[in-house]
């Protein structure tokens, strides 16, 4: 069974840094590509950023460009996401999604499996 | 930016009733379109892919079509348990999701 268990969400204030992770388990990690999607309270979904199975090919949506980094360790089947420079408007439930293939937007990606989000609260 | 618009917003339908919900793309994506159901307090659920494609394990009374830039999604039969928020997804560049339609029981 595949599970993805996001942690390391929590209340920060703005202009700070998170780490968020993501354990993977039940599939072959280092097979598919991995994203990183959020939904701030009482609003729909936004890509957040995704990345290759081999870290070869990365991407970010232009609302996190240059402050998030994504990564990934395959030998700890771990995805992680570097939160730096806070904003309010980054206050949202991150889910981690698996991808339905090894590349960022390839055809035929979709977003086969997802965790049950981490809760990030960007507040002084 | 390839933007997506999903119409109605919301709706209410009976048990029993088709149900379908439109999604526009700003531009051709031709038939790179996911479409998910997300119920309250739950992650998100993949239905459709590549515009049609049911993914396994999915009801048949669920269905999407299109191509280009105009996507249908229907579900030829409402059922309780389809109360939900339902999204599109292109990934032509990148990803961008629809604003998304909720869908109620009348």
């Known amino acids: 069974e595949v599970q993805l268990v996001e942690s390391g969400g929590g209340l920060v204030q703005p202009g700070r840094s998170l780490r968020l992770s993501c354990a993977a388990s039940?599939?072959?990690?280092?097979?598919?590509?991995m994203h990183w999607v959020r939904q701030a309270p009482g609003k729909g979904l936004e890509w957040v950023s995704g990345?290759?199975?081999?870290?070869?090919?990365?991407g970010y949506a232009d609302s996190v460009k240059g402050r998030f980094t994504i990564s990934r360790d395959n030998a700890k089947n771990s995805l992680y996401l570097q939160m730096n420079s806070l904003r309010a408007e980054d206050t949202a439930l991150y889910y981690c999604a698996k991808d339905h293939w090894v590349t960022v937007a390839g055809k035929g990606t979709r977003f086969d499996y997802w965790g049950q989000g981490t809760l990030v609260t960007v507040s002084s | 930016d390839i933007q997506m618009t999903q119409s109605p917003s919301s709706l209410s339908a009976s048990v029993g009733d088709r149900v379908t919900i439109t999604c526009q793309a700003s531009q051709d994506i031709s038939n790179y379109l996911n479409w998910y159901q997300q119920k309250p307090g739950k992650a998100p659920k993949l239905l459709i892919y590549d515009a049609s494609n049911l993914e396994t394990g999915v009801p048949s009374r669920f269905s999407g079509s299109g191509s280009g830039t105009d996507f249908t999604f229907t579900i030829s039969s409402l059922q309780p348990e389809d109360i939900a928020t339902y999204y599109c997804q292109q990934y032509d560049n990148l990803f961008t999701f629809g604003p998304g339609t909720k869908v109620d029981i009348k």
């Open positions: 039940g599939f072959t990690f280092d097979d598919y590509a």
């Open positions: 990345i290759s199975w081999n870290s070869g090919s990365i």
